[in-house]
């Protein structure tokens, strides 16, 4: 029989042990620096398991920082500095965005204060900035037309985008556009490529997930939920040299990835850019440094979207972009994926520790940020989302293993049982970045 059974969370929830989240998190470091050995991953964990139960008593629950204290002895102490280092690193920050105190007396490098500026003066001024006022412009009829504003601003920050691609046409060999899953990158950037092409300006576009290292490579929980958020999941070294030989005019053979068996076969389909061509990559990482560290940054620009939504709820707390975001994937991956919105929310917490990790700190890098944030789009997603946060915060209340997905549901209850419900979606265009997550689009 096991000596230790169940573990300490930090909320002092006590839950069933299960070595293999120790397994998982040693890999995970691993692959942030470039390891791929999963087997090691498994032997070091098993030397953790032994240590804490050589100084565990029976009975004793450890607490999970004790557990974490040992593998940082247990990776240092068999020469993985490199592993340990960052995932010293990776606690301290998580530690970090715990204490609260440190996040409101220090103001982030990592938000686009003169962006969010904008964008909440724009929301003021067109009575959109709290639930109370987004209603109460509903009441009276006035949906319509808060739709039209809305995507009023959003063009007018593509424009804005497209614009600065050809003030530098001459120059510029490759556009990057990234921003955090769900932000609308693909409508955005088949937008600027339309706008670009009235201008007699010629693309070539490039899928990066052609490059995803095989399933069996990737990190995954004790859920067996892989992790394809984070950048690692990614041969960024071959991408890099790829992009370096494409803007220098040479071809490449790209490689290609089969999601329904997790496998990638290299040297697949030659690419190569043609006189005038610019480029254009779509990518969760665009802004991540080892994305294109070794393409000049006179050559490229950098383009990055996030739902910059700037409304208060009652509570007197603005929504949260990475819950709308939420929303938007869940209706889009239903749709167009056939994955369950449930999924979605266990998921998300993958999706948020990479966002945090590997491309909010980048964001001030932008060349330019373009606010995809609709104030309407919360109208529409009560009547289609309410009932179901609603049964995931009662299915999650009191389950330790779920904590994120019942903190996740339980916020958003709160925002979307206030807001006036709208059903007819009639009044969003058919070329509305939103039609990407609510269906009926024009763009594909």
Same mark, same amino acid.
């Given at each position: 029989?096991?000596?230790?059974?169940?573990?300490?969370?930090?909320?002092?929830?006590?839950?069933?042990?299960?070595?293999?989240?120790?397994?998982? =998190?040693?890999?995970?470091?691993? *692959?942030? %620096?470039?390891?791929?050995?999963?087997?090691?991953?498994?032997?070091?964990?098993?030397? *953790?398991?032994?240590?804490?139960?050589?100084?565990?008593?029976?009975?004793?629950?450890?607490?999970?920082?004790?557990?974490?204290?040992?593998?940082?002895?247990?990776?240092?102490?068999?020469?993985?500095?490199? %592993?340990?280092?960052?995932?010293? *690193?990776?606690?301290?920050? /998580?530690?970090?965005?715990?204490?609260?105190?440190?996040?409101?007396?220090?103001?982030?490098?990592?938000?686009?204060?003169?962006?969010?500026?904008?964008?909440? !003066?724009? =929301?003021?001024?067109?009575?959109?900035?709290?639930?109370?006022?987004?209603?109460?412009?509903?009441?009276?009829?006035?949906?319509?037309?808060?739709?039209?504003?809305?995507?009023? #601003?959003?063009?007018?920050? *593509?424009?804005?985008? =497209?614009?600065?691609?050809?003030?530098?046409?001459?120059?510029?060999?490759? %556009?990057?556009?990234?921003?955090?899953?769900?932000?609308?990158?693909?409508?955005?950037?088949?937008?600027?490529?339309?706008?670009?092409?009235? +201008?007699?300006?010629?693309?070539?576009? &490039?899928?990066?997930?052609?490059?995803?290292?095989?399933?069996? +490579?990737?990190?995954? !929980?004790?859920?067996?939920?892989?992790?394809?958020?984070?950048?690692? =999941?990614?041969? &960024?070294?071959?991408?890099?040299?790829? &992009?370096?030989?494409?803007?220098?005019?040479?071809?490449?053979?790209?490689?290609?990835?089969?999601?329904?068996?997790?496998? /990638?076969?290299?040297?697949?389909?030659?690419?190569?850019?043609?006189?005038?061509?610019?480029?254009?990559?779509?990518?969760?990482?665009?802004?991540?440094?080892?994305?294109?560290?070794?393409?000049?940054?006179?050559?490229?620009?950098?383009?990055?979207?996030?739902?910059?939504?700037?409304?208060?709820?009652?509570?007197?707390?603005?929504?949260?972009?990475?819950?709308?975001? &939420?929303?938007?994937? +869940?209706?889009? !991956?239903?749709?167009?994926?056939?994955?369950?919105?449930?999924?979605?929310?266990?998921?998300?917490?993958?999706?948020?520790?990479?966002? +945090?990790?590997?491309?909010?700190?980048?964001?001030?890098?932008?060349?330019?940020?373009?606010?995809?944030?609709?104030?309407?789009?919360?109208?529409?997603?009560?009547?289609?989302?309410?009932?179901?946060?609603?049964?995931?915060?009662?299915?999650?209340?009191?389950?330790?293993?779920?904590? !994120? #997905?019942?903190?996740?549901?339980?916020?958003?209850?709160?925002?979307?049982?206030? %807001?006036?419900?709208?059903?007819?979606?009639?009044?969003?265009?058919?070329?509305?970045?939103?039609?990407?997550?609510?269906?009926?689009?024009?763009?594909?």
């Amino acid at each position: 029989m096991p000596k230790i059974t169940h573990v300490i969370k930090r909320s002092g929830a006590v839950v069933p042990f299960n070595p293999d989240r120790i397994s998982n =998190a040693i890999y995970r470091a691993a *692959v942030a %620096v470039g390891g791929r050995d999963r087997e090691r991953a498994e032997e070091l964990a098993q030397q *953790v398991v032994n240590q804490l139960e050589e100084q565990c008593p029976q009975g004793h629950h450890p607490h999970i920082e004790e557990i974490q204290d040992v593998v940082e002895k247990v990776l240092i102490e068999n020469g993985h500095a490199k %592993v340990a280092k960052n995932y010293i *690193v990776y606690r301290l920050e /998580r530690a970090r965005s715990r204490d609260t105190g440190e996040q409101i007396s220090r103001p982030s490098g990592n938000i686009p204060w003169s962006k969010l500026w904008q964008s909440l !003066d724009w =929301a003021v001024s067109h009575g959109v900035h709290t639930i109370e006022a987004l209603n109460e412009r509903i009441h009276n009829g006035e949906f319509a037309q808060i739709v039209s504003e809305s995507e009023a #601003a959003y063009e007018g920050d *593509v424009d804005i985008a =497209a614009e600065m691609i050809t003030e530098r046409r001459d120059e510029l060999k490759m %556009v990057l556009i990234s921003g955090p899953s769900s932000s609308g990158k693909t409508t955005t950037t088949q937008k600027i490529e339309q706008r670009l092409k009235r +201008m007699g300006m010629k693309f070539a576009s &490039l899928n990066v997930d052609n490059y995803f290292f095989d399933l069996e +490579m990737h990190p995954k !929980d004790e859920f067996g939920d892989y992790d394809f958020e984070t950048p690692q =999941a990614l041969d &960024l070294s071959l991408i890099n040299e790829h &992009l370096k030989r494409i803007t220098q005019g040479e071809e490449v053979l790209i490689p290609s990835y089969d999601f329904k068996t997790g496998k /990638r076969s290299l040297d697949r389909t030659a690419f190569q850019l043609q006189p005038g061509e610019i480029l254009l990559i779509d990518s969760l990482h665009g802004l991540y440094p080892d994305m294109s560290g070794n393409i000049p940054a006179e050559i490229k620009l950098k383009l990055y979207i996030e739902p910059l939504l700037q409304v208060k709820t009652p509570e007197g707390k603005y929504i949260r972009w990475t819950d709308l975001r &939420l929303i938007r994937r +869940m209706l889009r !991956d239903e749709v167009h994926r056939a994955y369950q919105p449930q999924q979605t929310l266990e998921h998300w917490h993958y999706v948020r520790a990479s966002e +945090m990790r590997n491309i909010i700190p980048y964001i001030n890098t932008a060349d330019h940020i373009l606010n995809s944030g609709m104030p309407y789009e919360i109208a529409l997603y009560r009547p289609r989302m309410l009932d179901h946060f609603l049964d995931w915060r009662e299915h999650y209340k009191n389950d330790p293993l779920r904590e !994120d #997905a019942y903190m996740r549901a339980e916020r958003v209850c709160r925002f979307l049982e206030v %807001v006036e419900p709208v059903e007819d979606d009639s009044s969003v265009p058919k070329e509305s970045v939103l039609r990407e997550f609510i269906g009926g689009g024009s763009v594909h």
